[in-house]
């Protein structure tokens, strides 16, 4: 699946197609430490920048969030949050950014 980033120099008055993201379907796109995270349903993926000018999302493993729409993620305390619609998980960053 693909995704194009689109970009604007001028306030938003015109949009001109910048990379194409591809991976998993994108929900949303957050920062966790200065990491770029793609949110999909209930998968997330660290979002890289390639010599191209393409991105691709790596997925990182997401171990008991498989059956989980995940709403939300934050860096608090040295721990990755996680909101879902069955409540909020965490784990520290090191474990939260492991590949798949």
């Excluded at 998968?43 to 729409?69: A, H, M, P, Y």
């Excluded at 995940?70 to 960053?93: D, E, M």
């Amino acid at each position: 699946m693909e995704y194009e980033i689109f970009k604007s120099t001028d306030d938003g008055e015109t949009w001109t197609s910048e990379f194409i993201l591809t991976g998993i379907r994108l929900d949303a796109i957050i920062n966790v430490s200065s990491e770029l995270i793609a949110i999909s349903q209930d998968r997330l993926g660290r979002v890289l920048f390639n010599k191209d000018g393409s991105l691709e999302t790596i997925e990182l493993k997401n171990d008991g969030l498989e059956t989980k729409k995940i709403r939300g993620v934050c860096l608090w305390n040295g721990k990755v949050w996680v909101a879902t619609n069955a409540g909020l998980f965490y784990k520290s960053y090191d474990d939260f950014i492991n590949n798949k």
